[in-house]
């Protein structure tokens, strides 16, 4: 009887000490940390504190930053899928890690349908396929007919740059490659802005990255973007006509960017900030700072955004696969 006693007091000593399940009416009870897993600065930055700065008015809690950038994003989202699923811990994932690096990187280390939940759709930037402003190249067309004369003419396809192997701009790169019956040669880079720079020198053909990447080179008119990569033209870059209308549907893509957390997080939290995300990047005043950036917003529900990561990831699966990008 002392021995049963002993071991329903031990028991109950340690559910006094395990932490408690966070619960909707309670959080957030102290600061949020939101993990950016890309370099600070760029677009994922911009939207993490964006998405900060709304939670933090929401909730009158602080909500604030910590940038862990490399691997595409994968080290910041390794920093926080073994954190507790308690609402203090939620990074800024993409369409890179939820849903291309499941079929190319059998060993990423966690496993993103198992170990997040994911939240919030936020912004995306479409994939401009840009050349040099003196190239002069100044449509598609002309593109086109550019890389058939070299490729029939030298053999040598035309070289370009992405945000890296296996990234957006890759696929789409191959994609519309295949599709039009054209060569290309990608040649790496460490980052998105090293590539750019060979561009404006001279040294590579074209560019296939995001509008939020190139803007400011589009906007100075030091590039030329000849088609991207959305549903519908931007209203910042009304002049850049989408593949769609151009001929080439299977193209269109969007490299976005979007709010997960641990798995286990109360559907309540997901539910409570799922809601603000949408309300924030739904006002006037977003849309217009997000356009200029080359982003757009598209509010999604919890369940819509989650259909879209499987749209997604079985879209893009036998691309990568037919290029060879499935890590060894």
Not at 100 to 107: Q, Y
Not at 265 to 275: E, M, S, Y
Request: charged share 20%; aromatic share 6%.
């Amino acid at each position: 009887m002392k021995r049963s006693t002993a071991v329903l007091a031990a028991a109950l000593a340690a559910a006094c000490l395990a932490p408690a399940p966070a619960r909707a009416e309670d959080w957030p009870a102290r600061p949020v940390r939101i993990v950016n897993t890309f370099a600070a600065g760029g677009a994922a930055d911009i939207l993490a504190r964006l998405v900060a700065d709304a939670l933090s008015k929401a909730f009158h809690q602080q909500f604030f930053v910590e940038t862990r950038a490399g691997a595409g994003g994968v080290i910041g989202v390794q920093s926080v899928v073994n954190t507790p699923p308690d609402g203090y811990n939620f990074v800024l994932s993409s369409v890179a890690v939820l849903a291309l690096d499941p079929s190319s990187k059998p060993r990423l280390g966690f496993d993103p349908n198992r170990d997040l939940v994911n939240i919030a759709y936020i912004a995306g930037s479409p994939v401009a396929l840009s050349v040099n402003a003196g190239s002069g190249m100044k449509t598609l067309a002309d593109f086109m007919a550019r890389a058939r004369s070299g490729t029939l003419a030298s053999a040598k396809p035309l070289t370009y740059s992405s945000s890296g192997i296996g990234s957006m701009g890759h696929l789409v790169a191959e994609l519309f490659a295949r599709k039009a019956g054209l060569k290309f040669e990608l040649i790496p880079y460490k980052g998105a802005s090293q590539g750019l720079a060979d561009l404006v020198g001279g040294h590579i053909a074209f560019s296939c990255q995001t509008v939020s990447s190139t803007s400011a080179l589009l906007k100075a008119g030091t590039l030329i973007a000849l088609a991207q990569t959305g549903k519908t033209r931007m209203p910042d870059y009304s002049a850049v006509p989408t593949f769609i209308e151009l001929g080439y549907p299977d193209v269109a893509s969007t490299v976005w960017f979007s709010l997960s957390a641990p798995a286990g997080l109360p559907r309540d939290i997901v539910a409570k900030v799922n809601r603000e995300i949408v309300r924030a990047m739904s006002t006037p005043q977003a849309q217009q700072r997000l356009n200029q950036l080359g982003l757009v917003a598209e509010p999604m529900t919890v369940e819509e955004f989650n259909d879209l990561i499987k749209r997604e990831t079985t879209r893009w699966k036998p691309v990568i696969e037919e290029l060879g990008l499935v890590e060894k």
